[in-house]
């Protein structure tokens, strides 16, 4: 149990277009869910917490009207980014907890390449 | 703020030996703490984990130390094998909370 998937796998698109990656837990519910972006070589930097039914928690330097996410039932959580641009380049990583456990469990995670 | 230190940033090891990657961590209301691997490209992966409670958890080739007084933890594998070979994540965390990530450990065993 515990799996995770994300959708897609990798992206490519045109600077100033929008994409939006999909995180499900497809197992179990999950009342809250993480997103991350790791760029390589480097560890896993948290963007925002989110919460089912309630607007997301983003960290200090990551912009929310550009992050957009929305956590809409107990199995899905969305990340749109809007009006990419190749800085935001990045590997994009969801995770879920499993309901009232410490153990978040990862997808596999989305590439994104904006040209 | 809540940071979480790790070292070293590279490890080499001979197929065989031990190897050991260590963490400090600064928010002393942690009471969670699990390490991850990542294969390149893929998802990290919980190897293990301990809690505040617990001074010590193995799991066959794999254990984990913790010393609270300290805010230190410990990763330690041990006959590796090069399948071993990857980064190593650990992370701490206030229980169903954000996990504060350390910098990471790239491990290499050298067959």
Same mark, same amino acid.
């Given at each position: 149990?515990?799996?995770?998937?994300?959708?897609?796998?990798?992206?490519?698109?045109?600077?100033?277009?929008?994409?939006?990656?999909?995180?499900?837990?497809?197992?179990?519910?999950?009342?809250?869910?993480?997103?991350?972006?790791?760029?390589?070589?480097?560890?896993?930097?948290?963007?925002?917490?989110?919460?089912?039914?309630?607007?997301?928690?983003?960290?200090?330097?990551?912009?929310?009207?550009?992050?957009?996410?929305?956590?809409?039932?107990?199995?899905?959580?969305?990340?749109?980014?809007?009006?990419?641009?190749?800085?935001?380049?990045?590997?994009?990583?969801?995770?879920?907890?499993?309901?009232?456990?410490?153990?978040?469990?990862?997808?596999?995670?989305?590439?994104?390449?904006?040209? | 703020?809540?940071?979480?230190?790790?070292?070293?940033?590279?490890?080499? &090891?001979? %197929?065989?030996?031990?190897?050991? *990657?260590?963490? #400090?961590?600064?928010?002393? /209301?942690?009471?969670?703490?699990?390490?991850?691997?990542?294969?390149?490209?893929?998802?990290?992966?919980?190897?293990?984990?301990?809690?505040?409670? &617990?001074? %010590?958890?193995?799991?066959?080739? *794999?254990?984990? #130390?913790?010393?609270?007084? /300290?805010?230190?933890?410990?990763?330690?594998?041990?006959?590796?094998?090069?399948?071993?070979?990857?980064?190593?994540?650990?992370?701490?965390?206030?229980?169903?909370?954000?996990?504060?990530?350390?910098?990471?450990?790239?491990?290499?065993?050298? /067959?």
């Amino acid at each position: 149990g515990a799996v995770v998937s994300q959708h897609p796998s990798w992206v490519i698109c045109k600077s100033g277009t929008s994409v939006k990656i999909e995180c499900r837990s497809l197992d179990f519910q999950a009342t809250t869910m993480f997103w991350y972006r790791q760029f390589p070589k480097q560890s896993l930097m948290l963007m925002a917490t989110s919460n089912e039914g309630s607007k997301a928690t983003y960290e200090q330097g990551v912009e929310k009207d550009k992050f957009l996410i929305n956590h809409a039932s107990l199995t899905l959580s969305t990340l749109t980014v809007t009006s990419a641009h190749p800085e935001d380049s990045s590997f994009y990583i969801c995770s879920a907890n499993r309901e009232l456990t410490d153990t978040q469990y990862f997808g596999p995670g989305t590439r994104l390449t904006v040209l | 703020g809540e940071n979480v230190e790790q070292h070293p940033s590279t490890l080499s &090891v001979q %197929e065989g030996d031990s190897a050991v *990657i260590k963490c #400090t961590y600064s928010d002393s /209301a942690s009471n969670y703490f699990p390490w991850y691997k990542q294969e390149l490209g893929k998802r990290p992966q919980l190897i293990i984990d301990i809690r505040s409670n &617990v001074g %010590e958890k193995k799991d066959q080739r *794999i254990a984990v #130390t913790l010393n609270k007084t /300290a805010k230190h933890f410990s990763l330690h594998i041990t006959e590796t094998q090069p399948e071993d070979s990857a980064v190593y994540f650990c992370a701490a965390s206030r229980g169903t909370y954000k996990y504060i990530f350390g910098t990471g450990t790239r491990l290499k065993v050298l /067959a």
